[in-house]
């Protein structure tokens, strides 16, 4: 638990991430079948923040967390429970699905791939809609939504037809679209780190596979609760849920388990790198000492000639002989060819 939390009763609008924004702002995008209008607010005045009629949906896309005040603000003009209040200030908290009386409410992350620093970058979003109204709410600046913008702005879309169940939906299914851009990403980086093992022993390339390990840990952490979450989401029988928009909930759940099964399978991969590594630094290391071991061989008769001969007796064969010296070094050279050609048939070298 958070430490700015303890002590406060349920419900108590604390934000308890970091400050991303200098200024919040919000994005208000009205809409219906044939027009879309849209604006940006950048106060938190009552006088901006107001409820309209069916069936235009109303949706209020915040940009930055922190000031609380605001979102009180949007509890008290469109009746949202203090409890989601709560959950969408506190970037803790787990991807959810929560049904409402008033409206159905939804917590999950957006992530991106940080390809330089190999790391995967998280962002807290959340989503409140009912029947004709719907409100996101981002931790940064940048539009996670801009495709499903261009989408509402354009003249005719299926998502101008729907409510803002549908909305919600498409919302989500971006975040998840995302999903897979970063394991394009990391699986890129993967099959780099496998080259390289072949190619070269590196500890930094070890490091790198610990250090994606952990960043799929994270994916996972992110992505699990979520496929929960979506589950939720379509089994609901909120009124503020069409049945029509239950078979494209059904498809977000699919995608989620798709992306679970790479993400179990590119950790499975990296386990099958960490153990090739091994085999690797084994496989040289071996070489090395089956080098090392064979340059001994040879050397051990050469040595033991070398040895006797230089022993300082005075009565050795061969050592008054005139041509003794050149035998022996005939003999030496003779011995470390047909020692050469032996591992070379042998394949030891």
């Known amino acids: 638990m958070n430490k700015k939390k303890t002590g406060l009763a349920p419900g108590s609008i604390v934000f308890t991430g970091n400050r991303k924004v ?22 938190h005045s ?6 309209s009629k069916r069936p235009i949906v109303d949706w209020y896309d915040v940009r930055g967390m922190h000031d609380t005040e605001l979102i009180d603000l949007f509890g008290t003009t469109f009746d949202i429970h203090n409890l989601i209040l709560e959950s969408i200030v506190d970037i803790n908290q787990r ?36 029947e004709g109204f719907i409100a996101t709410f981002q931790e940064t600046e940048s539009d996670l939504f801009k495709s499903v913008r261009k989408r509402i702005n354009s003249e005719r879309t299926r998502i101008k037809t729907r409510l803002a169940d549908y909305l919600a939906f498409a919302l989500m299914d971006e975040i998840v679209d995302n999903y897979y851009l970063v ?11 496998e080259e390289k ?30 496929r929960e979450a979506i589950s939720n989401f379509y089994k609901s029988e909120s009124s503020f849920i069409r049945d029509d928009s239950r078979v494209f909930i059904r498809n977000l759940y ?14 499975d991969i990296l386990n099958g790198l960490q153990d090739l590594f091994i085999s690797e630094v084994g496989f040289k290391m071996n070489k090395i000492m089956q080098l ?34 050149f035998i022996l070094w005939g003999v030496m050279i003779t011995i470390f060819i047909c020692m050469i050609y032996f591992f070379r048939k042998k394949k030891w070298l």
């Not at 049904?99 to 409410?105: A, I, L, M, R, V």
């Not at 991106?112 to 790391?119: C, I, M, N, P, R």
């Open 183 to 193: 394991l394009e990403s990391i699986e890129f980086e993967i099959e780099i780190l």
């Open 197 to 226: 093992i072949i190619d070269s022993i590196d500890s930094t390339n070890r490091n790198k596979i610990h250090h994606l390990k952990k960043e799929l840990l994270i994916l996972r952490k992110s992505i699990s609760p979520l």
């Open 46 to 51: 009552e006088s901006t923040l107001t409820k």
């Open 95 to 130: 991807p959810k699905f929560e049904e409402y009386e008033k409206g159905n409410f939804v917590l999950l992350r957006a992530l991106t791939f940080d390809t330089e620093k190999l790391v995967v970058k998280k962002e807290h979003v959340a989503i409140y809609f009912n």
């Open 292 to 325: 090392l071991t064979i340059i001994s061989v040879i050397f051990i008769p050469l040595t033991f000639l070398a040895g006797v001969y230089g022993m300082n007796f005075e009565y050795i064969p061969e050592l008054k002989f005139k041509y003794s010296y």
């Open 22 to 43: 200098e200024k919040v702002l919000i994005h208000h995008l009205q809409y219906d079948e044939n027009n879309s209008k849209e604006r940006v607010l950048n106060n």
């Open 254 to 267: 699919e995608n989620t388990v798709q992306i679970m099964d790479t993400v179990d399978s590119y950790r």
